[in-house]
Every structure is written in structure tokens, then in C-alpha cells.
């Protein structure tokens, strides 16, 4: 079983629409998890980090449930900036150090 | 703040040759950098961590006589692939992350270096 697990897409929705991605780990001694978001054949960049309470950035949205290790993002109003690639990360602290665990990612293509 | 920079941002070579891969933090000290390798439509694969001054930690099944990590400096470290072979040709991207501060335990990604072997 992978560590981190998406669906691979690609979701194909019309600008304006709301789309939501999910996510799961396996590993419960994960600390941290975030959304990062990745331009065809460019490095990855942090869109935000996931807290339990939930957290919102904009027309951006994540959600954490430890108890059943799934994470969502929502993404509302979408533009068509937002055809990218998002992986699920999380991290987990050993050896006192941080390691970041990349899901495989799922690709997102607004269209007008 | 917090940019990170990869270089050579693409190289192609012919098989049997090494290739040096340098990653700066260019505003930060990285207490702690990071070697990532990504194939296409796969998720980036961890292969070391390395901490100024000491060796690096490789991550099950990545060779680390093959992938030589040096990181010399709190600002810089080097990636050299030994003996490449078209099978190591991927895309390989560096994070750095400093300790505490305003930067907390963040990773900030470089750019990515695009490896063809011939």
C-alpha cells in the first residue's frame, strides 16, 4: 500500500466549478500534512498546510481527519490558473528531523 | 525569502559520464537539505537528507556510492550522479529548510534539474 494515496485524474471541470480532491496516509504517526501544487515539469510549491480544525486560503479550503488519515482540498470558483497538479504531503518527524512523504498526485484542468 | 536555486537546470549527457548538481539556498541557511528524484506521472521519491558537515542519510535502495552528496556549507550542496545510465535520467529537484525562525521547519524546493542520459 502506498504511503500517501490520490486519485490520479485528471478532473476536467469548466471554470467557476468547484472541485474537491481527496487524499489518504497510512502511516498515523504523521505530523504535519499539506497541499502542494506542481506546474507541468516544474518543482513543487506549497499551496497550504492542513490543520485538524480545517483552514481556508482564499477560494482554498483543506481539511484533516486524523482519525480516519484523509485529507481534502476544495478548491471553489476555480480559474483556469488552477490546471495544475496537486500532491498530497504529509511529514513525519524522526531522528529529529522532518521527512516529506509525495503522493503521486492529481492533475486538475479547468476549461472554459 | 527562502529561495532555493538548482544548477544546471537541464543537462544531457552520454552514458558513463557523472554529472554534478549543485543546490544553494540563496537568503537562508539550511540546516538540512534534500534530495528528491520524480519519473514521469510519479510522485517525487525521497533519496537523502544531509546535514552541513556530515554525511548523508539515503533512503532504502538508493546507492549512495552511485549518488555522491556533499554538503559543504550551510548554503550549498551537490548532488553528482556517478556513471550515469539512461535509466537515471529523471528529474531532480533539491529542498532546503532551516530550523526554527521565521522560516520554521518549512522545505523550499529548488527549480528542479532535468537529467537526460544518452
Known amino acids: 500500500r502506498k504511503e500517501v494515496e490520490q486519485d490520479p485524474g485528471p478532473f476536467n471541470v469548466p471554470e467557476g466549478a468547484t472541485v474537491a480532491f481527496n487524499c489518504t496516509y497510512s502511516?498515523?504517526?504523521?505530523?504535519?500534512f499539506f497541499w502542494y501544487r506542481q506546474d507541468c515539469r516544474k518543482e513543487p510549491k506549497l499551496l497550504m498546510s492542513?490543520?485538524?480544525s480545517g483552514n481556508e486560503d482564499g477560494r482554498f479550503t483543506a481539511q484533516l481527519n486524523r482519525a480516519s488519515q484523509y485529507i481534502s482540498l476544495l478548491i471553489r470558483d476555480s480559474k483556469l490558473s488552477d490546471s495544475a497538479t496537486y500532491l498530497c504531503v504529509v511529514n513525519i518527524r524522526s531522528g529529529g528531523g522532518n521527512k516529506l512523504t509525495f503522493g503521486t498526485g492529481t492533475q486538475l484542468k479547468v476549461e472554459l | 525569502g527562502a529561495v532555493v536555486s538548482q544548477h544546471p537546470s537541464w543537462v544531457i549527457c552520454k552514458s558513463g559520464t557523472s554529472v554534478k548538481i549543485e543546490c544553494r539556498s540563496l537568503?537562508?541557511?539550511?540546516?538540512?537539505m534534500f534530495w528528491y528524484r520524480q519519473f514521469p506521472k510519479q510522485s517525487l521519491m525521497l533519496m537523502a537528507t544531509s546535514n552541513e558537515g556530515s554525511k548523508a542519510t539515503y533512503e532504502q535502495g538508493v546507492e549512495k556510492d552511485k549518488f555522491l552528496i556533499n554538503h559543504a556549507s550551510l548554503t550549498l550542496s551537490t548532488l553528482t550522479v556517478t556513471s550515469a545510465h539512461p535509466e537515471d535520467s529523471s528529474f531532480y529537484i533539491c529542498s532546503a529548510e532551516t530550523s526554527g525562525g521565521a522560516l520554521g521547519d518549512t522545505q523550499y524546493f529548488g527549480p528542479g534539474t532535468r537529467l537526460t542520459v544518452l
Open positions: 537568503d537562508f541557511q539550511a540546516t538540512t
Open positions: 502511516n498515523s504517526a504523521s505530523q504535519s
Open positions: 492542513v490543520y485538524s
